[in-house]
């Protein structure tokens, strides 16, 4: 078979895939509240460039295409950087979409940059002028999540006073944000192991102590397969703290069914615990171009047809 004959044939199937939506209806519009074809279980959020080969480079028809899929919300942890323009137009083509918009990064130099744990009042004053800024860039695209990395260890002092640190930090910049209705998740990640926060638990302890609706956690599944394991066991130690979750398989850091984690029966659990929140797409594709803009929506699919688990 020709490559074009079998993108053509790849396509075509994966409109049955998609609740007999079209693969290719990225320009296509629908009204506020109206909803595109068939969704799903979970309120799965792609980022935008995730399905750029199959709806171009505009964000907006990115946006509509999703929708198409079934999608009903959007992650893009660079929002703070995108013109205000940009970000306004986005804000009203979600609202006209009836799509969430999920979290994006609050701007404080990188994840491992103006580490909270070193108690610099320098590092603090940029951590809070994100947090001042993030409230501006939330209200225009509805956003309620912003997600919060404290940074690297400071290994010069006890891990007692970092932690007394970052809980510190994390109130003052928590005052900046409950008044406005916006919740920081805290992410513990795998990146490097010069990162402060690592683990749920670790993280969970920390929501408790900075005691605030705006101090959350964000499990990524991912991020915490690779430092932790035991994914459902944590999740229900820490469900409580628990704001936000994020998805990738592992190894690779691409879509479910790509990797070791049993998504299926992590979604199930999820999903029976009566979790209403985003399920941010955070990672890449195991496959280039359209194909595997395909194969990515029919592993959606699949892992989310778990009530037949």
Not at 81 to 88: A, F, K, L, T
Not at 231 to 238: A, G, P, Q
Not at 240 to 251: C, K, L, R, S, T
Request: aromatic share 8%.
């Amino acid at each position: 078979m020709r490559r074009s004959e079998f993108l053509k044939s790849s396509l075509l199937g994966a409109v049955a895939l998609t609740g007999g939506t079209s693969v290719l209806a990225g320009s296509s519009s629908y009204p506020a509240g109206k909803r595109a074809g068939s969704t799903f279980n979970l309120n799965y959020a792609p980022h935008f460039g995730m399905f750029k080969e199959s709806a171009g480079d505009d964000l907006i028809k990115q946006l509509r295409f999703m929708r198409d899929q079934g999608f009903t919300a959007l992650e893009d942890n660079g929002m703070m950087g995108r013109p205000v323009s940009e970000q306004e137009r986005i804000g009203k083509e979600l609202d006209r979409l009836g799509m969430t918009m999920g979290v994006f990064v609050v701007d404080k130099g990188g994840n491992s940059q103006n580490t909270l744990a070193a108690g610099k009042q320098e590092h603090v004053d940029i951590f809070l002028s994100g947090c001042k800024r993030a409230v501006d860039v939330a209200k225009r695209v509805n956003a309620k999540w912003v997600t919060v990395v404290p940074g690297d260890f400071e290994r010069n002092l006890p891990i007692g006073v970092q932690t007394a640190h970052v809980i510190e930090a994390l109130r003052r910049g928590a005052e900046i944000l409950e008044p406005h209705g916006i919740t920081m998740v805290l992410e513990p990640l795998s990146d490097s192991p010069n990162l402060f926060l690592r683990t749920s638990d670790q993280t969970y302890m920390i929501c408790k102590a900075v005691n605030s609706p705006s101090c959350k956690l964000l499990f990524d599944v991912y991020h915490m397969q690779k430092n932790e394991g035991h994914i459902i066991n944590n999740l229900n130690h820490t469900w409580d703290e628990i704001a936000y979750i994020q998805i990738g398989d592992n190894p690779g850091r691409n879509e479910p069914t790509t990797g070791e984690i049993n998504y299926k029966n992590v979604f199930k659990h999820i999903y029976e615990k009566g979790y209403k929140g985003v399920m941010g797409m955070e990672h890449g594709k195991a496959r280039k171009g359209k194909e595997g803009e395909v194969a990515l929506i029919k592993a959606y699919r699949e892992v989310d047809n778990f009530m037949q688990v």
